[in-house]
């Protein structure tokens, strides 16, 4: 990976994005729209590196969440940007920035691969 600087745009790698443990999150073994929908409040939405980052230290502190994974690539194609801004204890952080319609989510989570399933049991 390039030397990376707060603020850079990125053209390529790989992202991680948690899964929260709920049935509009998680269905069929793949990860739904909602996991790609950011809070009203958030300019975008937070995911991380793989380069610089573990799943584990993704999902550290996160019991019963999943991980999902999605290309720079992919995010880019379907019309969104990925800038690199790290955090104090999170090196790889990253947010994804766009249109956030149900369209563009859904184009999100269909690109997107489950690694480690949620939990859903109560």
Not at 7 to 21: E, H, M, N
């Amino acid at each position: 990976m390039e030397n990376l600087h707060p603020g850079q745009f990125l053209t390529s790698g790989v992202l991680y994005r948690r899964i929260y443990p709920g049935p509009t999150c998680y269905r069929e073994g793949k990860s739904t729209s909602q996991v790609f929908t950011k809070k009203r409040e958030d300019p975008g939405i937070s995911v991380n590196l793989a380069s610089l980052t573990s799943s584990e230290d993704v999902l550290k502190g996160h019991d019963n969440f999943g991980l999902a994974e999605i290309t720079v690539e992919e995010v880019i194609a379907a019309g969104f940007t990925v800038k690199y801004e790290p955090k104090k204890g999170d090196p790889g952080h990253c947010v994804i920035y766009g249109q956030f319609s149900d369209g563009n989510c859904r184009k999100l989570s269909r690109a997107s691969k489950v690694l480690v399933a949620p939990n859903l049991a109560p």
